[in-house]
C-alpha cells in the first residue's frame, strides 16, 4: 500500500489539539498527531507513510480501533436499525522539533 491508501486523514478534534500543545515533565511539547488509517496497516507502514508523506521524524505510533456504534432512525414507516462503520486510528508521536505544517494551520 502507498501512503495515501494507509493515511486516510487527519483527525483534528479538541482532545487532539489538547496532545499536541501539552507539555512533558521537561517542559518539550508531546508533539502528537491522529490520523483516521486503513484497518490493514500495521505501526511499520504508518510510521513510514507520515515519514514519506510530511518528510517528519515518528518517534512511536499507538494504534486502537474504533468500533461502531448502533443506531435507530424514526420514521413514518416504522424504525430503522442500522450500524456505524468501524475504524481505525492511529495516534503519532513525532520526534523533538517536527511539526506537521498541514495539521497546524487547521
Same mark, same amino acid.
Given at each position: 500500500?502507498?501512503? !495515501?491508501q494507509i %493515511?486516510?486523514?487527519? %483527525? #483534528?478534534?479538541e482532545?487532539?489539539t489538547?496532545l ?8 518539550d511539547? %508531546? !508533539?502528537?498527531?491522529a490520523f483516521?488509517v ?6 511499520i507502514? #504508518?510510521r513510514e507513510a507520515i515519514?514519506?508523506k510530511f ?5 512511536s ?8 456504534k448502533?443506531?435507530?432512525r424514526y420514521?413514518k414507516?416504522?424504525?430503522?436499525y442500522g450500524r456505524?462503520r468501524?475504524?481505525?486510528k492511529?495516534?503519532v508521536?513525532?520526534a523533538k522539533? !517536527?511539526? #506537521?505544517?498541514?495539521v497546524?494551520?487547521?
Open positions: 500500500m502507498d501512503a !495515501n %493515511l486516510r486523514r487527519p %483527525l #483534528i478534534t482532545k487532539i489538547v499536541k500543545d501539552r507539555k512533558k515533565r521537561n517542559g511539547p %508531546l !508533539n502528537q498527531y483516521e486503513s484497518p490493514k496497516a500495521n505501526k507502514q #504508518i515519514e514519506k518528510t517528519v521524524k515518528v518517534d505510533v499507538r494504534t486502537l480501533t474504533v468500533n461502531g448502533n443506531r435507530a420514521t414507516t416504522g424504525v430503522n456505524t468501524s475504524w481505525k492511529a495516534i508521536t513525532l522539533d !517536527n511539526k #506537521i505544517e498541514f497546524e494551520g487547521a
